[in-house]
Every structure is written in structure tokens, then in C-alpha cells.
């Protein structure tokens, strides 16, 4: 069997992800230690509102998933005509969303924070309400950055969007530091930066793909909506949009219970999910290239390899993510130490992250990476219905129990998390085995 990938097409396509996940995970440490710098409240109201923000994150990074997904089958049936057109019709897709969002943030912008939070502290609101108003008019350039960098993905380039994210992270970092410690500007100075970069890392890339030697790239040509394409783009997109923004709802109203908890245990928090986002770096590249390839073979009609490939990354996944993860818990005290937290606020933290980090190299690839792999193969509703009921069954429902009946805090909401993990991991191993995906894939003959 020829395959599809060599192990250095892989490489090209793995590696440079694996760098631009980490790259954009530390220039987020960064970001936290400095507006650690500000004082909790602003940390607390940082670290809450970027819940928010993960969450229209999420499904905008999906509708650039349900492109990718179809920009990569038609390059795997060698259909580059097709790629292209779809490509075009991404990017006003995103364009529209990315616009609505934005809009719907800034004018709901109090109530939303209220409705997901309650009652916090007026500090930590008045900071929160400073970061969401400037961080929500950098969503249509989000959105046209996460498309674009999904096409170069699809190609099998993402040398590129590891190159744009050196610069847009740069301008990030160097804002931040100019606007927090210079300027002195509070939580704006972190919203600020975050603003240019993001119009900065879509505005490139967007013009790279308009270069006619690209596989694939924006044809030129007047405004015209082709919606046979646009529905096969939301046929993957808005499923795993609902799956993605569901998941983050859930995030957030865990995150709105662990709020009621106090200032320290959301300060505990904020940092604990800026470390695990370390444990997880292997991981988010491969949830990125497993579309790519799966896409391919799919687009190939393969199904030997689409099995070959889905093996091959998970165990790729796996060995990384526990050679990542153990010199993280080995070294976290100092980690920690860090952050300039008090001493109740980073015992806390340390016992998150030991947590998150400990179950994830067990637990993690199956959970979130395997998915994705049904995800290339057409297979969302699945997905979509296993994610809803796992969030509001255990990482919601069971963390009010643990975490406010059975009075364990935070520690109780974080144990709920990994009940939610391994029911993923149940359903969507059994999925594999049991084989649907190969009937949503056209696989079946």
C-alpha cells in the first residue's frame, strides 16, 4: 500500500504545530504573569472573561474545521478546482460570523458576564467588562486568521502559520509588556495587544492565499455565494460548532460555580488551566493534523489507511503527551513559584494541575484527539451528542454535586472533569470499533 504520508510529510505538517501550540501557550503564560502584576482581581477577571472568549473561539475554529475538512477531501480526490471555490466561500463564512459576534459581545457585553458569573466582585467585573469590550472586536480578524491558517493546514504547509504566529505572538508579548509595565494600563494593556496581533496574523495570511500558486487560494473574481459549498462547509462546521460551543458553555458554567468560591480559588484556577494547556500541546497539533491527513484519505477513499493513520498519530499522541507532561509535575512547585501567587492560592493551583496533567496521559488522545478523526471522516452527529450529554451530565451536573454539595471546591469540579473524560473516551473508542464513521465517510462498499 502507497502511502499517502511519508513519515517527513508528517513531520512537516506536525512539528511546526506542535511549536505553534506551544509558542501561543507560553506567550499566554506570559500574558498571565503580567497582568498577575496588575493584582488577583485582575487575573480573576482575565482568566474569567477568556472563558467567554474560548468559547466563541471554539466555534469559529469549528466552521474553519468543517472548511478544512472538505478543502481536504477534495484535494485527496485531487479535486483543486473544487478545493479553491470552497476555500473562498470559508472565508465569507467566517467573515459573516466573526462580525456577528464580535457585534453581539460588545453590545451584550454586562449581562453576558453577569448572566454566566453572578455575583463577583465589582473588581473583578470592572476588569472583566475592560478586557471583553477590546478582546470582542478582534473576532472577525480571528476568524479570518484560524480559516486561513486551516487552508494552510489542509496543504499540508503549516511550516506558514508557524512563521505568522512568531510575529503575531512577538507583537503580543511586546504590546503587553509596553502597555502593562510602560504605559500602565491595567487589563486593557493585555486586551490592547491582543487586538493588534490578531488583525495583523489574519490580514497575512489572508493575502498569502490570495497567490494563484498555492494549491489551494482565493480565486479571484466578484462576490458570489455558492451555498451547495457553504452547506457542506456548516454540514461539519455548525455540528462541531454546537459540540465546541457546548463544551465551553460548560467550561464556563463551571468556571461561573467555581466564581462563588472567592477570589483565591479563581486565581488558583486561572493559572491551573494556563499550565494544563502545557500538558496538552502534543495534543492540540495532532487534533490539527489528524483533519488534515484523515481528510485526505477520506477524499482518497482509503479505508486501510484511514485506520493505518488514525493508529499511527494516536500513538504519536500518546508517547509525546507523557514525555510533555512528567517533567511539568516534576518541576511545578518551581513553575508555580513563578506566578508570585500566595502560598494558599499556589497549593491550590499545584493540586489542579497534578489533576489535569496526571490523567491526561492516560486519558486525553482518546477523548479529544480520536474525535477529530470522526470528525474528518463526515461523522459529527456522534460527536456532537456524546460531547453534550458528557458536559452537562459530569463536567456540570456532578461538579455542582462534588464541588458545592460535597463542599470540595475547586479540587470537586476538577474530579468531575475526569469522570466527563472517561465517559468520552468509552463512547468514542467504541465508536471507532463499531464503525459507523466508515458509512459517513462513503467508505463503505
Known amino acids: 500500500m502507497e502511502r499517502l504520508f511519508t513519515s517527513r510529510d508528517l513531520r512537516r505538517l506536525i512539528v511546526p504545530l506542535v511549536f505553534e501550540q506551544a509558542l501561543a501557550i507560553t506567550v499566554g503564560m506570559a500574558d498571565t504573569m503580567m497582568v498577575a502584576s496588575v493584582g488577583e482581581a485582575a487575573i480573576s477577571g482575565v482568566s474569567l472573561v477568556d472563558m467567554i472568549n474560548n468559547l466563541i473561539f471554539s466555534v469559529l475554529a469549528a466552521l474553519s474545521t468543517g472548511g478544512a475538512v472538505v478543502v481536504s477531501q477534495n484535494l485527496g480526490a485531487r479535486r483543486t478546482d473544487e478545493a479553491c471555490h470552497s476555500a473562498k ?17 460588545l453590545v451584550f457585553r454586562a449581562p453576558l458576564l453577569r448572566l454566566f458569573f453572578g455575583r463577583i466582585e465589582d473588581d473583578v467585573m470592572a476588569d472583566g467588562l475592560t478586557y471583553l469590550s477590546v478582546t470582542a472586536l478582534s ?21 506558514i502559520t508557524l512563521k505568522i504566529s512568531v510575529i503575531i505572538n512577538l507583537i503580543n508579548i511586546a504590546g503587553n509588556a509596553l ?62 460548532g454546537i459540540e465546541n460551543g457546548i463544551f465551553q458553555l460548560g467550561r464556563v458554567l463551571v468556571v461561573s460555580i467555581i466564581s462563588g468560591f472567592g477570589t483565591m480559588q479563581i486565581a488558583a484556577n486561572g493559572v491551573a488551566n494556563n499550565l494544563d494547556s502545557v500538558g496538552c500541546i502534543i495534543g492540540q497539533a495532532m487534533n490539527l493534523a489528524i483533519i488534515t491527513v484523515i481528510g485526505r484519505c477520506v477524499g482518497a477513499n482509503d479505508e486501510k489507511q484511514v485506520r493505518y493513520y488514525t493508529v499511527h498519530l494516536l500513538k504519536i499522541t500518546y508517547v509525546s503527551t507523557f514525555l510533555l507532561n512528567a517533567p511539568v509535575l516534576l518541576g ?38 480520536l474525535p477529530n478523526m470522526l470528525r474528518a471522516c463526515n461523522d459529527v452527529a456522534i460527536t456532537m451528542i456524546v460531547s453534550i450529554l458528557s458536559m452537562f451530565t459530569f463536567r456540570v451536573a456532578l461538579s455542582y454535586v462534588i464541588g458545592v454539595r460535597m463542599g470540595m471546591g475547586a479540587v ?29 465517510a462513503h467508505l463503505v462498499r
Not at 470559508?90 to 457585534?103: E, N, P, Q, R, S
Request: proline share 3%.
Open 139 to 159: 473576532f472577525p480578524f480571528l476568524a479570518v486568521y484560524n480559516a486561513c491558517a486551516a487552508l494552510f493546514r489542509s496543504m499540508g504547509n503549516s511550516k
Open 89 to 105: 466561500q470559508l472565508l465569507y463564512t467566517v467573515i459573516f460570523a466573526g462580525t456577528c459576534v464580535g457585534a453581539l459581545c
Open 412 to 440: 470537586g469540579v476538577w474530579i468531575a472533569m475526569v469522570v466527563d473524560w472517561v465517559f468520552r473516551s468509552a463512547w468514542f473508542v467504541g465508536r471507532y470499533y463499531q464503525g459507523g464513521w466508515r458509512r459517513t
Open 332 to 369: 511545578l512547585r518551581w513553575i508555580l513559584s513563578i506566578y508570585g501567587l500566595s502560598s494558599e492560592t499556589t497549593a491550590l493551583a499545584a493540586r489542579l494541575v497534578f489533576i489535569h496533567n496526571g490523567c491526561a496521559m492516560v486519558l486525553w488522545p482518546i477523548a479529544f484527539v
Open 179 to 240: 502597555c502593562i509595565f510602560v504605559l500602565k494600563m491595567g487589563v486593557a494593556g493585555v486586551a490592547v495587544p491582543s487586538l493588534v496581533s490578531r488583525a495583523v496574523g489574519g490580514i497575512i495570511l489572508y493575502v498569502l492565499l490570495r497567490n494563484p500558486e498555492e494549491t489551494v487560494h482565493f480565486i479571484k473574481g466578484s462576490f458570489t455565494l455558492e451555498w451547495s459549498v457553504i452547506r457542506k462547509i456548516l454540514y461539519i462546521g455548525i455540528p462541531s
